[in-house]
């Protein structure tokens, strides 16, 4: 590949609005100018200097066993060679919507779209339809895609740009929209639709659910009729073969997903009980359609990935990433950084302080220490040590299980060096 990272960054610049086309890809929050990948192959990506990173990225979570695993390369290309889309009924989208039904259960019937944010605006759709009524209630910090009804109190991109919700939003479109505290049971009515949470928040950093807080939410949601939709975007697939929600003990009445079950490439869905899904045309009046939606590559390559991994595999990436996140930690303090890492399931989220900090429950708590200021002096200085992390605060990380033990010691190992540099005040 010719040409420098700042050469191609320039080009982007010119002929893609800020260079980016996703803003949580930008270096806005932490300074500098992006390094443009040519190549990622397992945990790590390369630059188009030809510079190797150890990636704790992993395509914001879709790559869950790292890039270029030459099982799903096999099945993209096996799926391609066939051609790549139809407009008419595949197998593979059939193929993969058993194997998630048969994984999660009261998962009846999924139907698949082209990305997380059109998940979420569709399982929003089909909950107002269903119920005929308007209210979506939403939780502040949590991210559910860019639709418009849900971006208030966004976290993610929304939460690293300060923003409080997005230009170009007619007030009509967010008025039903009611945004509530984290980890706080809200009061319902009979008007509210649908309540939409992250079963475990990986959006504003890395909030886990209070204990009780998702069983109140399901009992509260069952007194006033309203549906309630887990958005396991990113948790679905990647704590076990199948929804967190079996782990939490509390199922919801629909589910959106996307990230790991297409493989890398571009996927969502969303999908619940028969009786809900029947909404949806052609069987009901509820519209919501897609082009490319079911897509033969993605699907192949999503059912390619979950017949790979197994959920030992997953519950050993788990208890890995509870030793890393520990690990971390030690190398963040003994470096001299007052630092927090936590874990849940496979995520990890670092929260930087003088005095180390206590993980926070609710956005706000996230805020105080996301906004805090330490976190792009970090980010650089672990770039600088060829390791790649978010360039957001407001991230969490993303080990894949092509990330050896070697891998997590040199991560360690890097912290210390980042933290050591920063502390002592040396490059
Ligand atoms: C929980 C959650 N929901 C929805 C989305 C939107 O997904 P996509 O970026 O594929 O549109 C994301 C994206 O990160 C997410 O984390």
């Not at 928040?201 to 309630?228: I, K, S, T």
């Not at 708590?365 to 060829?386: D, I, M, Q, T, W």
């Amino acid at each position: 590949m010719s040409g420098t990272n700042a050469e191609w960054f320039a080009r982007a610049l010119a002929v893609i609005p800020g260079g980016v086309d996703s803003p949580v890809r930008s270096f806005a929050s932490v300074g500098g100018t992006p390094f443009t990948v040519a190549e990622g192959h397992g945990a790590y990506l390369v630059d188009v200097e030809g510079r190797r990173y150890l990636d704790f990225v992993q395509s914001y979570g879709a790559s869950l066993v790292g890039h270029a695993h030459p099982v799903v390369l096999e099945a993209i290309a096996r799926a391609a060679r066939g051609g790549t889309t139809f407009g008419a009924p595949t197998t593979g989208e059939v193929e993969l919507a058993e194997l998630l039904c048969g994984l999660v259960d009261g998962l009846d019937q999924v139907r698949f779209v082209s990305s997380g944010t059109e998940a979420v605006m569709s399982a929003v759709r089909l909950a107002r339809g269903a119920t005929g009524r308007d209210r979506i209630v939403k939780f502040d910090g949590c991210y559910h895609g860019h639709a418009d009804a849900l971006l208030a109190g966004g976290g993610s991109g929304v939460a690293t740009l300060g923003l409080p919700g997005s230009a170009g939003v007619p007030t009509g479109a967010v008025g039903d929209t009611l945004v509530v505290p984290y980890n706080v049971v809200p009061e319902l009515d009979h008007t509210v639709a649908a309540v939409i949470v992250e079963p475990i928040a990986a959006n504003m950093n890395l909030v886990a659910p209070a204990e009780g807080f998702l069983a109140q939410l399901r009992a509260r949601c069952d007194e006033v009729g309203a549906l309630l939709i887990f958005d396991e975007v990113i948790t679905g697939f990647r704590f076990c073969r199948g929804s967190v929600a079996s782990l939490l003990g509390v199922t919801p009445d629909l589910w959106t997903f996307g990230k790991v079950i297409g493989g890398g490439l571009p996927i969502g869905a969303f999908g619940g009980r028969r009786a809900v899904m029947d909404h949806l045309a052609p069987t009901g009046a509820v519209y919501q359609a897609g082009t490319l939606s079911g897509n033969p590559v993605a699907t192949a390559a999503g059912k390619a990935v979950l017949e790979l991994v197994t959920d030992a595999d997953l519950l050993e990436l788990s208890a890995r990433a509870g030793t890393l996140a520990a690990s971390l930690q030690d190398a963040l303090r003994s470096g001299g950084l007052g630092a927090t890492v936590i874990c849940q399931g496979p995520l990890l989220g670092c929260f930087l302080d003088e005095t180390p900090p206590a993980p926070p429950t609710n956005y706000d708590e996230a805020k105080a220490l996301c906004g805090n200021g330490r976190y792009p002096v970090l980010f650089h200085h672990l770039l600088e040590r060829s390791m790649s992390w978010a360039p957001g605060a407001y991230e969490v990380l993303f080990p894949s299980l092509a990330h050896t033990d070697e891998d997590f010691a040199l991560a360690a190992q890097i912290c210390f060096e980042a933290a050591h540099a920063i502390s002592s005040g040396t490059q």
